[in-house]
Nanobody
Framework: QVQLVESGGGLVQPGGSLRLSCTAS????????MGWYRQAPGKQRELVAT???????TYADSVKGRFTISTDNAKKMVYLQMNNLKPEDTAVYYC??????????WGQGTQVTVSS
């Protein structure tokens, strides 16, 4: 079971930026699509962005033009650059395979809070 560790969250004012990082315990990115997901309080987890092994990306409409997903396969890292953050972006952010593994595994996530 690959382990995923997210980091980089924090408190930021509206309009600010954060860069989230995800580290995998072993190299999986060359074989699988990866995604960033988020879960706000009282809401279901949603897919925010994906990137395939050939670097094709997709984004949820709510973040398109503001968020950028990228990978560094050699470092076993996935990143999410988030610009022009809004209060509605407040959530716990997770990285995982896209689609998520049937095992139901999720990392601990990283909290992003956008507030003045």
């Amino acid at each position: 079971q690959v382990q995923l560790v997210e980091s980089g969250g924090g408190l930021v004012q509206p309009g600010g930026s954060l860069r989230l990082s995800c580290t995998a315990s072993r190299s999986i990115f060359s074989l699988n699509a990866m995604g960033w997901y988020r879960q706000a309080p009282g809401k279901q987890r949603e897919l925010v962005a994906t990137i395939t092994s050939i670097y094709r990306t997709t984004y949820a409409d709510s973040v398109k033009g503001r968020f950028t997903i990228s990978t560094d396969n050699a470092k076993k890292m996935v990143y999410l650059q988030m610009n022009n953050l809004k209060p509605e972006d407040t959530a716990v952010y997770y990285c995982n395979l896209s689609p998520p593994p049937p095992s139901g595994y999720w990392g601990q996530g990283t909290q992003v809070t956008v507030s003045s």
